[in-house]
């Protein structure tokens, strides 16, 4: 599994922290996502695509 975010579409609701705070973080300046794990275990695999389809940007990718 591999993880992709799109800065350039981020507009920080801050969905994908909620539902997975081991994968994703915010910038503390702007709020954009940061990406803690591009290549998680499978356990976080659910929540990965859980923060994918919750995004209101659609700025995740998860292949
Ligand atoms: S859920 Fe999407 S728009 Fe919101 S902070 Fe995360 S990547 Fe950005």
Redesign the pocket.
């Known amino acids: 599994m591999k993880i992709s975010?799109?800065?350039s579409?981020?507009?920080?609701?801050?969905?994908?922290?909620l539902?997975d705070p081991d994968l994703?973080d915010?910038n503390e300046e702007d709020?954009?996502?940061v990406l803690l794990q591009e290549h998680p275990d499978a356990e976080h695999e659910a929540t990965a695509k859980e923060?994918a389809s919750?995004?209101?940007?659609?700025?995740?990718t998860v292949s």
């Open positions: 975010v799109d800065q579409k981020c507009c920080g609701s801050g969905m994908c922290v539902t994703f915010q709020g954009t996502v923060a919750l995004c209101p940007a659609g700025a995740i």
